[in-house]
């Protein structure tokens, strides 16, 4: 997939789904942040865990996000690597603005 249409599918999924830009809000503020899906439910973005863990696989399915397994069998989530896509979601969630502060739940 081109760059660009990586982004537009981006931009879909984060305009359709309002737990996946809160979590994008969030790493875009904490770029170093991880947690399991439980825990960034819970601290994060205060959601219902299955929305949560729904919206990290499409995150994941489109490269923002990654994941770790820890020893418990656990997986943990964090920001992509990749500093061209980090800028541009940091700049589609800022033009978003007051949008990306709606609460989830």
């Keep these: 997939m081109k760059r660009n249409d990586r ?10 789904d309002p737990v996946s830009l809160q979590i994008v809000a969030y790493l875009t503020r ?3 942040a991880a947690d399991t ?3 960034i439910a819970e601290w994060w973005i205060r959601a219902e865990h ?8 499409a995150l994941l399915d489109h490269g923002v996000v990654r994941s ?5 069998a656990t ?12 800028k541009s ?3 589609y969630v800022q033009a978003l603005g007051d949008r990306v502060d709606t609460p989830v739940r």
């Design 37 to 39: 899906a439980q825990g």
């Design 30 to 32: 904490n770029t170093e």
């Design 68 to 72: 770790m397994s820890v020893p418990n």
């Design 75 to 86: 997986s943990v989530y964090a920001f992509t690597r990749d500093p061209s896509l980090r």
């Design 89 to 91: 979601l940091a700049e």
């Design 7 to 16: 982004l537009v599918a981006i931009h879909r999924l984060l305009d359709s």
């Design 50 to 57: 299955c929305a949560t863990a729904r919206a990290l696989r």
